[in-house]
């Protein structure tokens, strides 16, 4: 029950923290959105894990899982963000349920977890109701129109890359720890950003943009890193397939938050599209309890 609890604490956190996020990389952009997650996770987490640190530096082997995760992730998250500011929210979310069998597939191939027949058929219907989500002119697919949404190849390079993320976090927070695998991994992305935007002078008015965006950017951050703290937790309780099964149903709560907040116009089918992937990811997460 309690990797239930904290898996489903991991999808309500991840449906507000994406939507905040979106907000957050229109004002100030990708990077700087990446640095505040990752800023806050270094300073937040620190007096939790102090302790581990000695033992993690001693070890090359979680050092290099950890670091792994953190070149993932970080190259995942831009692709995300990106994505997310340039499409439509209701459509680029959905798209995470690429997440979905990216992590299952590697849980099973390299980490040995069972996967039923019934689950990959679920898998299956994600996929249909994903493309129905995303594709715009469904009765006419001429090669010389553009049939995909603004942002949607984006979100496809950051979901393959979040579905290795996942699946290392998983790995990492099982064999190591959870809080101090989501210390190192958000802390190394926030420094890196940070020193980054400082070599291209791109903080000189930071100030200025955290008081007139702190809402918005205090809530990503909060949100996004309570969400990757409850996963990492659930996986310590639950298999990784699992824990990604459930947490993946944020996707339906993350588009229909974009099309009630945002006033966002989607065709008929793009709703069914929405629905179907929803119930599927939902009714997945259900059977695999």
């Given at each position: 029950m309690q990797g239930i609890l904290f898996a489903i604490g991991a999808m309500i956190s991840w449906t507000f923290g994406d939507f905040l996020i979106q907000k957050t990389v229109r004002r100030v952009g990708s990077m700087k959105a990446l640095m505040y997650i990752g800023i806050v996770a270094l300073i937040v987490l620190c007096p939790f894990i102090y302790k581990e640190i000695p033992a993690l530096f001693s070890s090359s082997r979680d050092l290099i899982i950890l670091s792994l995760g953190g070149l993932v992730m970080f190259s995942a998250a831009l692709f995300d963000f990106e994505a997310l500011r340039r499409g439509k929210f209701s459509i680029v979310e959905p798209l995470y349920g690429l997440e979905v069998p990216v992590s299952l597939g590697l849980s099973?191939?390299?980490?040995?977890?069972?996967?039923?027949?019934?689950?990959?058929?679920?898998i299956g219907v994600i996929f249909v109701g994903i493309m129905l989500a995303i594709t715009v002119h469904h009765t006419h697919l001429h090669y010389h129109k553009r049939i995909f949404e603004r942002g949607v190849v984006l979100a496809i390079m950051g979901a393959i890359?979040?579905?290795?993320?996942?699946?290392?976090?998983?790995?990492?927070?099982?064999?190591?720890?959870?809080?101090?695998?989501?210390?190192f991994i958000h802390g190394s992305l926030g420094i890196f950003c940070l020193l980054y935007l400082?070599?291209?002078?791109?903080?000189?008015?930071?100030?200025?943009?955290?008081?007139e965006n702190i809402g918005i950017i205090t809530g990503q951050s909060i949100l996004d890193n309570v969400a990757w703290i409850f996963f990492a937790?659930?996986?310590?309780?639950?298999p990784i397939s699992i824990a990604v099964g459930i947490t993946e149903s944020y996707i339906a709560f993350g588009a229909l938050l974009g099309v009630f907040l945002n006033k966002e116009k989607l065709k008929w089918h793009q709703y069914i599209g929405i629905a179907v992937t929803c119930v599927a990811v939902i009714i997945l997460a259900t059977i695999s309890e």
């Open positions: 099973i191939g390299i980490w040995g977890e069972y996967l039923s027949l019934v689950q990959m058929i679920l890359g979040m579905g290795l993320g996942n699946f290392i976090v998983g790995v990492a927070s099982q064999t190591i720890s959870p809080l101090i695998s989501i210390w400082l070599t291209r002078g791109q903080l000189k008015n930071g100030i200025k943009e955290i008081k937790f659930s996986v310590t309780y639950l």
